[in-house]
């Protein structure tokens, strides 16, 4: 791929008179305007929006009958496609105009009825508003707060649960819309506090909604993919890894060249996760290996394309690959792109468990010394923010007891307290969320030769 640099050269080499910025903003306009008229034929917001500005146009032109007729057509668009928001521009353009010829031939009855549809499609609005704030709301606090850890951390939530349940319940259309964003801000919810048996029910629920609705999804789909990676990470999450292919088969369709290119490189990053975790979980370790040697190079390195905790946990699963085929040169590469050289979030579980990772490959290695440093820096980099997991904790202290040098005996002494606490571990639903990405309770055990 040619870079910015390097075209900027080469254009002022062949038309030194013209200046490249001037013309690569003519060029966004023509490009754009022509990708406009195209799904102007093929999408039906298109054809709504466009339809506005010919109504425009023949009210400037003083030719309101042929806007009447134009803005008739595209109520039934708008009803179809439910859109609420050019639903209601629509009815107040209809009333306008009935207002504008002095209501002739229009009954009362006939005028209330329209006032009242465009009132309901107002209600709409406001509920799918509301719905919108609560879930932007809850990813906020992920992002920022991280997921729960705690029953403390869970509690935080219940103003957001006890807001959406209100609006749930009052009395307004069921929109398509609004069940969308119901069944998302349940979904995203369930999974931000540790129930992924729960998050998973919604998500199918969710998916099966898309599907009776295929007519109406966005382009690209976005929130199709995101139900569909919200299904794979739940059922990833409670280890039923034997429904995973089902749901990878429909994620396959995703990777369509009708979308945009960032959307299939999502859709991609997102296929190679998925099915490393399968094989890895299988243990097929030569066919992940093949998976990684096969792919599209380009597929690791389009950072710009992706959000980083996506690209973070693409680069993690072929670290685990190379962990788990004992080439530790390789695994390291590609966890230090995460701790190193990625977008440092120290509340990202994946950030957590690249670091984990990222010291086991160490000790593997024997390299204590690097490991006491990296343990400090780790603490250091959690206090204040949150309390440690407990799964952090049993590696940091395995590291201290160093198992490899240990003579079976000791081990043996050593192993009472620590499956206490692995026993423990592996019964809480928010250690799962560090869990999902690596068995770390299995390292342990190796490691005691349980």
Same mark, same amino acid.
């Given at each position: 791929?040619?870079n ?9 080499k062949?038309h ?7 013309t690569?903003?003519?060029?966004l306009?023509?490009?754009?305007d ?19 500005l ?9 030719l309101?009958?042929e806007?009447?007729?134009e803005?008739?057509?595209l ?14 521009i629509?009815?107040r ?6 207002a504008e010829i ?10 209330v009825e329209i006032?009242m #549809?465009?009132?309901? $499609?107002?209600? =709409?609005? @406001?509920?799918t508003?509301e719905?919108?704030? +609560?879930? &932007?709301?809850?990813?906020?606090r992920l992002i920022? #707060?991280?997921k729960? $850890?705690?029953? =403390?951390d @869970?509690?935080k939530?219940?103003?957001?649960? +006890?807001? &959406?349940m ?12 609004s069940?969308?964003?119901h069944?998302l ?9 540790g129930?992924y048996?729960?998050a ?5 629920e969710?998916?099966?909604l898309?599907e009776k ?6 382009h690209p789909p976005?929130?199709y993919l ?6 794979l ?10 429904e ?8 396959e369709?995703l ?5 945009p290119?960032?959307?299939c ?5 997102s296929?190679m ?9 299988a243990?097929?370790w030569d ?11 380009n597929l690791y390195?389009?950072y710009?394309?992706?959000d980083?905790?996506?690209q ?7 670290a685990?690959?190379y962990?788990k085929a004992?080439?530790l040169k390789k695994?390291?590469k590609?966890?230090?792109e995460?701790v ?9 579980m994946?950030?957590?468990a690249?670091?984990?990772l990222n010291?086991?490959?160490h000790y ?20 204040g923010n949150r309390?440690?997991?407990q799964t ?13 040098f ?10 009472s307290p620590?499956a206490?606490a692995i026993?423990s ?5 928010y250690?799962m ?5 690596f068995?770390?309770?299995g390292?342990i055990?190796?490691?005691f030769?349980?």
């Amino acid at each position: 791929m040619i870079n910015k640099e390097t075209l900027a050269e080469k254009f002022k080499k062949n038309h030194p008179a013209s200046s490249v910025d001037n013309t690569a903003c003519y060029l966004l306009k023509v490009l754009s305007d022509c990708l406009i008229q195209t799904k102007v034929k093929e999408d039906s917001l298109y054809q709504l929006l466009h339809g506005l500005l010919r109504i425009n146009i023949f009210k400037e032109r003083n030719l309101p009958k042929e806007g009447y007729k134009e803005l008739k057509r595209l109520q039934q668009i708008a009803i179809n496609s439910q859109e609420q928001l050019i639903q209601y521009i629509l009815y107040r353009y209809e009333l306008n105009y009935l207002a504008e010829i002095n209501f002739d031939s229009v009954s009362e009855n006939h005028l209330v009825e329209i006032q009242m #549809q465009a009132r309901e $499609v107002l209600k =709409n609005i @406001r509920n799918t508003h509301e719905h919108y704030c +609560l879930y &932007e709301l809850l990813k906020n606090r992920l992002i920022y #707060q991280g997921k729960a $850890v705690s029953e =403390n951390d @869970r509690k935080k939530l219940n103003d957001l649960l +006890l807001s &959406e349940m209100s609006i749930v319940s009052a009395k307004t259309k069921n929109s398509l819309e609004s069940r969308k964003l119901h069944l998302l801000f349940q979904s995203f919810f369930f999974t931000d506090i540790g129930d992924y048996k729960s998050a998973l029910k919604t998500f199918h629920e969710l998916n099966r909604l898309f599907e009776k609705n295929a007519a109406l999804w966005r382009h690209p789909p976005l929130d199709y993919l995101s139900s569909l990676d919200g299904i794979l990470d739940s059922l990833r999450t409670i280890g039923c890894y034997e429904e995973m292919d089902f749901y990878i088969s429909k994620l396959e369709q995703l990777d369509n060249p009708a979308y945009p290119e960032y959307f299939c490189f999502i859709v991609r990053k997102s296929l190679m996760i998925y099915r490393l975790t399968v094989l890895l979980n299988a243990g097929q370790w030569d066919r992940a290996l093949q998976l990684i040697s096969k792919s599209d190079p380009n597929l690791y390195k389009t950072y710009t394309l992706v959000d980083d905790d996506k690209q973070n946990e693409l680069l993690f699963c072929i670290a685990l690959t190379y962990f788990k085929a004992k080439n530790l040169k390789k695994s390291q590469k590609h966890i230090q792109e995460i701790v190193l050289l990625g977008k440092i979030d120290h509340q990202s579980m994946i950030y957590k468990a690249s670091r984990l990772l990222n010291m086991l490959i160490h000790y593997e290695e024997k390299d204590l010394e690097y490991l006491d440093y990296e343990i400090r820096s780790y603490k250091r980099s959690v206090k204040g923010n949150r309390k440690l997991l407990q799964t952090e904790k049993i590696i940091f202290k395995v590291i201290k007891i160093n198992p490899d040098f240990n003579p079976s005996r000791k081990n043996t002494i050593l192993w009472s307290p620590i499956a206490s606490a692995i026993e423990s571990i592996e019964q809480d639903k928010y250690e799962m969320q560090l869990g999902k990405y690596f068995d770390f309770t299995g390292w342990i055990k190796d490691k005691f030769g349980k």
